[in-house]
Nanobody, 128 residues
Framework: QVQVVESGGGLVQAGGSLRLSCAAS????????MGWFRQVPGKERDFVAA????????YYADSVKGRFTISRDSTENRMYLQMNNLKPEDTAVYYC?????????????????????WGQGTQVTVSS
């Protein structure tokens, strides 16, 4: 069993920065593909960014490309999302997700149904 827990959300002004962290625990954490998704009330959960188990590949939604950076520290079983130049439309609950053996492709890594393990979410609010 794998557990993932997010932290680092908060309130920030437009143009500011936040760094989200996701801690993974349990078996085989070093082999996990991991990703970030976000959701606003009444809408579907959307893909934000993902990273393969070895950090060799990263994927980003077009809306965050160039502003957000995903990374991982396998020695600490942590994944990060550095969010710069935040915009009000980035306001959402951000979820960490993980699973084993997700094929490394743009289609699969962006697909939330590929992820079995989910955190409880952390709120990010960007004021204008």
């Amino acid at each position: 069993q794998v557990q993932v827990v997010e932290s680092g959300g908060g309130l920030v002004q437009a143009g500011g920065s936040l760094r989200l962290s996701c801690a993974a625990s349990g078996r085989t954490t070093a082999s996990l593909a991991m990703g970030w998704f976000r959701q606003v009330p009444g809408k579907e959960r959307d893909f934000v960014a993902a990273i393969t188990w070895n950090g060799g590949s990263t994927y980003y939604a077009d809306s965050v490309k160039g502003r957000f950076t995903i990374s991982r520290d396998s020695t600490e079983n942590r994944m990060y999302l550095q969010m710069n130049n935040l915009k009000p439309e980035d306001t959402a609950v951000y979820y960490c997700a993980a699973d084993l053996y997700i094929p490394d492709s743009r289609i699969t890594m962006r697909n939330l149904t590929q992820y079995q393990y989910w955190g409880q979410g952390t709120q990010v609010t960007v004021s204008s």
